[in-house]
Structure formats: structure tokens, C-alpha cells
């Protein structure tokens, strides 16, 4: 069978590799495909083994799927998927070197940490039809963001015509796979050496969270863009990279919102902190206020002006996280949809680019300059 057709039907399961444990959602990751009935992890690789093997003995990761060597790992183990969670920086050269093989590809977020890169990679995925790459943004499968979606589709708030996003968590460093909490003490002493707070390997608050709520709500909007961005951002005195950030997008409609946090007072899959982290979208006929981790959206429309909780839909098995979403898209035959594809996670970078630009010239950027 052609590993690299999205239109094939196998019966054995989707066998993936982790690639790269730069981003904690490495563990993640291993986590849901041990779980899925259709899907074997083949292998895991990274630069530094030390920090691989400590996850992979945490999760039961046996030492013979642990490999040192990225070709031979390939060679070995033939998979069909990759699960990328290196810098973002990176994104660009490992999706060039699956592309190649072959192999499917699925981007731990964000998709890139510059324009060229991210043009890079869609034309790279488009010059292998056969092969998906898409982005995993952990807050799109979110039960709660996805029933807003489907409210939106439904015309319940009429036009979209504001989205407020506000989110973070108390910083990077605070937390481990699995959202295992990490000593304060720990934190400051991994805060030099991360590439977390490197300007060069793309960190900092704004590309590790703005790309949420862009990517998000260009979902929300189908697709519609700002016509101009303006962003400030906070840079700790020491610190190469912002830990907050204000970006305020100019849509036809008005104005919207996003705001990126590290140093919030609590984790929000913990407690939600002041203020909540999610999602405030204004409608012509309604809004809708989609707060992380919520059992339900709070509605406003004209039949109930006071406001009223609808449950969180239950997920089809196919939307509740990027390894499940694209083993589904491979099973059926399908195109990778929403926030997962990489046209939505252009359309997001461009606003992060452009906030980037902002705050950085100190100057409303275009995104049609970018």
C-alpha cells in the first residue's frame, strides 16, 4: 500500500513516529497514539536523548523504539506519520525531509516562525498531493471552542463580527507532558537554556499563543482576514522574548482583540484565572463566550437576551485531537479541515507575523505588505 495516499484503505494501524521533544507535547502526543486503536507508535527521536528518554520512560516507552538516529529510525521502523514537536523554527526543515518519503505529517503548533517558512512548507505540501501535512492546535479539539464553531455555522449569533481572545498559562517552564507541574525553583534555572525564551528558535508568549487565537478565529470568521495588525508587547527586563502581548486586528466589522499571557495567576486547566481564557465573540444577532475547559457555551441571541448555557457537543472520535483527526482524514479519504489545515494555519500566521512586525517597528502592520 502507498503510505503517502490519502484515498488508501489499510486495515493495520497508522504507524507513527514522534519527532523531536522540544515541545512537552511530545508526551502528549505518545500518549494519544498509545490510546488510539489505529495507530502504532514505531518510534521516537531526538537531538538531545537524555530529555527523550526521560519521557519516554515516564510514559513506558520500551528503549528499542528510542532511536538517536533519524535515518535510521525511518529506515527501521517505515513510518506512515510523522509527529513533529521540535522548535518551531524547525517546523520548515522536517516537513522538506518527510515530504520527501513520503510520510504524512503532523506539525505540533504553531505552524512556522516566519512567512517564508510557512509558504515554504504549504508549497512543499503541495508539491506532494498525496502526502497531508496539517497543524495540531491543542484548543481546536477543545469540546467547548468546537460547539461555538458549530453555533457560528448555524447562524446563531448572525455575522461574526468580533472575536476578544485572551489566553496563556503561567508560563512554559511551569509544566511538563501531561501538564505535570515543574518546581518553581526548576523554573528559574531552565529559563536561560530553553528555547522557550529564545528570540532566534521563535519563542515567547505571542508566537506560542497568539497563533490560537488567530488560527481560531479566522476559523470562526471562514477564513476572512484583518486588513492591518497593531501589537505591543511586554519584554521582562534580561528576557529576549515578550511573556505578554496585545494585538488589536482590523476587520470590515471593527475591531478584535487577542491577548497572549505567561504569568497568569493560575492554569486555566487547573482554575480559570481573571480574566478567563477562551474566546468572547461578538455577532449581529448574538454572542457567544467560549472559555476554556467550560462544560458549556453561554449564549446571548434575541430569544434569550439574558443569556443560557448550551452543553459542550460530545466529539466525534475524528475531532478530538490532530493524531485522531488526521488518521481519520487517511481512513476516508478526506482533506484536512479547519484549524489542523495548513490554509486556516497560514491565514493565522499572517496575523502572528504581522504582530510580530508590529511590535516590533512599533507600527500598524498590513498583512497584504507580508
Not at 503561567?170 to 515543574?182: A, D
Not at 460530545?314 to 489542523?340: C, F, M, S, Y
Amino acid at each position: 500500500m502507498d503510505a503517502a495516499s490519502p484515498s488508501s484503505k489499510q486495515i493495520d494501524p497508522w504507524r507513527i513516529a514522534v519527532v523531536g521533544f522540544d515541545h512537552m507535547h511530545a508526551g502528549d502526543q505518545i500518549s494519544v497514539i498509545k490510546d488510539h486503536p489505529r495507530a502504532l507508535l514505531v518510534g521516537a527521536w531526538d537531538s538531545n536523548p537524555d530529555r527523550m528518554q526521560q519521557v519516554c520512560a515516564e510514559l513506558e516507552v520500551p528503549p528499542h523504539l528510542q532511536y538517536g538516529d533519524l535515518d535510521a529510525l525511518i529506515a527501521e521502523t517505515a513510518p506512515q506519520i510523522a509527529v513533529v514537536c521540535s522548535t518551531t523554527a524547525d517546523h520548515r526543515r522536517y516537513v522538506d525531509y518527510f515530504v520527501e518519503r513520503g510520510i504524512h505529517v503532523l506539525l505540533e503548533k504553531p505552524l512556522a516562525s516566519t512567512v517564508n517558512d510557512a509558504r515554504a512548507i504549504v508549497g512543499a505540501a503541495a508539491s506532494a498531493p498525496g502526502v497531508l501535512v496539517g497543524v495540531n492546535w491543542p484548543l481546536a479539539w477543545y469540546p467547548v471552542h468546537r460547539t461555538a464553531r458549530r453555533l457560528i455555522s448555524e447562524g446563531v449569533i448572525g455575522s461574526v463580527l468580533e472575536v476578544h481572545y485572551y489566553d496563556g498559562n503561567r508560563g512554559p517552564l511551569f509544566h511538563t507532558h501531561g501538564k505535570h507541574e515543574v518546581d518553581d525553583a526548576e523554573v528559574a534555572n531552565a529559563k536561560a537554556s530553553t528555547w522557550w525564551y529564545s528570540a532566534a528558535e521563535g519563542g515567547g508568549s505571542l508566537r506560542d499563543y497568539l497563533g490560537y487565537g488567530a488560527t481560531l478565529a479566522t476559523w470562526f470568521r471562514d477564513g476572512e482576514l484583518p486588513t492591518d495588525v497593531t501589537a505591543r508587547t511586554h519584554i521582562s527586563p534580561g528576557d529576549e522574548v515578550d511573556e505578554q502581548s496585545v494585538v488589536i486586528a482590523s476587520y470590515r466589522s471593527g475591531l478584535s482583540t487577542f491577548q497572549t499571557r505567561w504569568g497568569t495567576f493560575t492554569d486555566p486547566w487547573t482554575h480559570q484565572p481573571y480574566p478567563r481564557c477562551g474566546f468572547v465573540i461578538v455577532g449581529s444577532a448574538g454572542t457567544i463566550a467560549s472559555f476554556d475547559y467550560a462544560e458549556a457555551v453561554q449564549v446571548q441571541d434575541n430569544a434569550h437576551p439574558e443569556g443560557q448555557a448550551i452543553p459542550v457537543d460530545e466529539l466525534a472520535p475524528g475531532d478530538t485531537g490532530g493524531v485522531p483527526n488526521l488518521i481519520h482524514a487517511l481512513d476516508h479519504g478526506l482533506p484536512l479541515e479547519g484549524p489542523v489545515s495548513l490554509e486556516v494555519s497560514m491565514a493565522g500566521h499572517l496575523i502572528v507575523e504581522a504582530a510580530a512586525q508590529s511590535a516590533a517597528d512599533q507600527t500598524p502592520v498590513r498583512l497584504d505588505t507580508l
